[in-house]
């Protein structure tokens, strides 16, 4: 697998509808709760949830009667309930390497170093990719176990300097790299220029790789928040996630000596003002969106929070999840977009869990 040039370029405007995990079981013994079977045809949505007390700890032993699951409004029946700490988990690491990035970037890379050698398991399987993007969105390693193959592309990161910048590792590929989409140019008859690509990136790590994926999926997404190229929207973007069943991570990391105004643009001494005065979505907003809807967390690198503390923040919430799984009640047999309310009877608890889900 990997992203050619043609698949890539065909990815956005033949987008196919994704799937939700879902299981084909009934409950069929005293022991249903941790091990359900269930009738052919019967739909069941999983979500993955990590419990936090008023301190930030994550709390461990709950047990599903401790929480109340609702679908826009209605109670659900939680039939299936478990702690999921050794499902295998795969997880795609997606880092803006565009010219903002530069300074940030070798801190970056060394923190990705350390995650990946504590986090993947051999014996569980688990499995990640790494994807940059600037004004173009590359795949630099496929799904891949092996903690060296990941090392190696990890250390062909750089920045971009320009038009043209082309990087392609094993298994990759890239797009925008001319030609333009299926049937000439891109969607609205644009032309590719300079930008960072971070909805596409995202889009494209969910549709490309993840949805195809079963178990604990995660993104990490690495960026000062900018996107000033992409051909998708936000609204896509995330979209792509949750149909994806996919934790969005992201890590707001700004180089302190940068510059920007409210537009998202500029750098001290080579700043460039916003193109035709065309205001931007705040890149924190943003961040905090994308996480939100998808169950993930936004942090926000600092001194008093730096990188390497923030991806150990990650491994400890990716270890420490709760798998629940209902059918939802009721005769709406509608695709529009059900909102989700996971909470827990034990006041002073938060919940960190995915808002909604698209059925299929």
């Not at 250390?155 to 392609?168: P, S, V």
Request: aromatic share 8%; glycine share 12%; proline share 5%.
């Amino acid at each position: 697998m990997g992203f050619t040039r043609r698949g890539l370029l065909s990815a956005i405007p033949l987008l196919p509808a994704l799937r939700l995990l879902r299981g084909q079981q009934q409950a069929q013994s005293p022991q249903a709760d941790q091990n359900p079977t269930f009738s052919a045809g019967v739909k069941v949505v999983n979500l993955f949830a990590t419990v936090r007390d008023k301190q930030g700890a994550i709390v461990k032993d709950l047990t599903k009667e401790d929480f109340v699951l609702d679908e826009d409004g209605h109670v659900q029946v939680i039939r299936y309930f478990a702690q999921e700490s050794d499902l295998p988990l795969t997880v795609g690491l997606l880092v803006d390497t565009s010219g903002s990035t530069r300074r940030v970037l070798p801190d970056e890379r060394m923190a990705a170093y350390r995650f990946l050698e504590q986090t993947l398991r051999d014996k569980a399987q688990d499995m990640a990719f790494l994807i940059h993007f600037d004004f173009e969105v590359e795949l630099l390693q496929d799904l891949t176990s092996s903690r060296q193959r990941l090392e190696n592309a990890l250390d062909e990161l750089q920045t971009a300097d320009g038009g043209g910048l082309r990087r392609r590792g094993p298994g990759g590929g890239s797009y925008p790299s001319g030609g333009g989409y299926p049937g000439g140019g891109y969607p609205g008859g644009g032309r590719r220029g300079g930008g960072t690509c971070l909805y596409d990136s995202v889009l494209l790590a969910s549709d490309e790789i993840l949805k195809k994926q079963t178990g604990r999926k995660a993104v990490i997404l690495l960026t000062d928040g900018e996107d000033n190229g992409s051909k998708v929207s936000l609204p896509r973007a995330v979209e792509a996630a949750q149909r994806a069943d996919t934790l969005v991570y992201s890590i707001l990391f700004e180089d302190p000596d940068m510059n920007f105004n409210p537009g998202g643009f500029g750098r001290r001494g080579w700043g460039r003002p916003p193109m035709g005065g065309m205001d931007r979505p705040d890149g924190r907003k943003v961040l905090q969106q994308i996480s939100r809807e998808t169950g993930g967390r936004f942090f926000e690198v600092s001194r008093r929070l730096p990188i390497n503390k923030v991806f150990e923040a990650i491994e400890e919430d990716l270890r420490n999840q709760y798998s629940l799984g209902y059918t939802p009640d009721g005769a709406d047999t509608s695709t529009d977009y059900r909102r989700i309310h996971l909470s827990t009877r034990q006041k002073g608890l938060t919940v960190q869990t995915r808002e909604g889900y698209y059925p299929t």
